[in-house]
């Protein structure tokens, strides 16, 4: 029961923590992970549906997809540690299997280990998820004046260069009422 407890104090600590992102940009009142995680949750199981994949698996993977900021902090995309993201996680990953109680070590370990090598559509689906949740509070953000939406266009436009769904892309100009990128 302890180790639970211990691993219960960690999963809260994510829902107090700003997204560095919002910090960078002077949001007042930024999102924490803990309610972007919730928003990519929501997205993850739209799009699982969408393409007919597997929704149970993939509503894991957006549960722990950010699991582990809580060692690595919330790494922006602006930052330049962020070339090393995936390195940082990877040797977080034993501190973060130290904290998780036994009955979740293995699933949790699996799903990060997918979600690290995007091999899987649903690993590809939770990070398109993970991309438009972002996108998407930016475009609230400006609706409010908060925000600077133009930064994530350059961000969706890098996002789309991996390979990741278009409709990102199109997504974000949507909202900014541009034609669809070709």
């Not at 309610?35 to 949750?41: L, N, P, Q, R």
């Not at 997205?43 to 809580?70: C, Q």
């Not at 390195?87 to 977080?92: G, I, Q, R």
Request: proline share 1%; net charge positive.
């Amino acid at each position: 029961m302890k180790e639970l407890i211990k691993f219960l104090e960690y999963v809260s600590k994510l829902k107090l923590t700003v997204r560095t992102g919002w910090k960078i940009l002077e949001i007042e009142k930024g999102e924490t992970i803990g309610s972007h995680s919730f928003g990519v949750i929501f997205l993850s199981w739209l799009l699982a549906k969408k393409k007919k994949i597997d929704v149970d698996k993939t509503i894991k993977m957006a549960l722990v997809h950010d699991l582990i900021e809580g060692i690595t902090g919330d790494i922006a995309y602006t930052e330049e540690k962020y070339k090393i993201k995936d390195y940082l996680e990877e040797k977080a990953l034993p501190e973060l299997m130290r904290i998780l109680p036994n009955e979740l070590k293995n699933d949790i370990r699996t799903l990060i280990q997918d979600l690290i090598e995007e091999k899987t559509e649903e690993a590809i689906t939770v990070r398109e998820a993970d991309r438009l949740d972002t996108i998407f509070q930016a475009h609230l953000y400006k609706k409010i004046n908060s925000g600077k939406l133009s930064h994530f266009i350059e961000y969706a436009e890098e996002v789309c260069k991996k390979g990741y769904s278009r409709d990102i892309l199109d997504y974000i100009k949507s909202l900014q009422g541009n034609k669809k990128s070709k």
